[in-house]
């Protein structure tokens, strides 16, 4: 077991890092920035994943879908009163970003580049 140091937030600046799995879309409904955490629950298609990393890659999220090879798919982000908007395999998506809603993935066209 991994002894873990919280850290509250103080005149430094320093964030407080919460122990536990937060849910993006709760974070999105009341309009918050989520915190730092041990985890980032995101829906892909629809379906929950739980991300321990604030900010994965296009290609780990759809390797963490099960969407393999990644190459094969085409991620986009919701993001809360925007267009949905591509993200490339190796484009870090910030999970703290406000407004990150969930993830949608598509298979690739045959013709798509």
């Known amino acids: 077991m ?3 140091t919280d850290l509250k937030e103080d005149d430094s600046g320093v964030e407080e890092v919460l122990d536990d799995i937060v849910d993006l879309e709760e974070y999105v409904k009341l309009g918050k920035r989520p915190p730092l955490a041990k985890g980032y629950r995101i829906r892909v298609n629809g379906e929950p ?3 321990h990393d604030p900010k994965p890659t296009g290609r780990a999220i759809l390797t963490l879908a099960g969407l393999i090879p990644a190459e094969n798919y085409t991620l986009r982000v919701k993001l809360a009163g925007e267009k949905p908007r591509k ?3 190796d484009e ?3 999970l ?3 407004g ?7 298979p690739r066209d045959q013709t798509e580049g």
Do not use: S
């Open 96 to 98: 703290r970003h406000p």
């Open 100 to 106: 990150v809603e969930k993830f949608k993935a598509l």
């Open 87 to 89: 993200v490339g395999l």
């Open 92 to 94: 870090k998506v910030d």
């Open 2 to 4: 991994t002894e873990r």
């Open 49 to 51: 994943f739980v991300v």
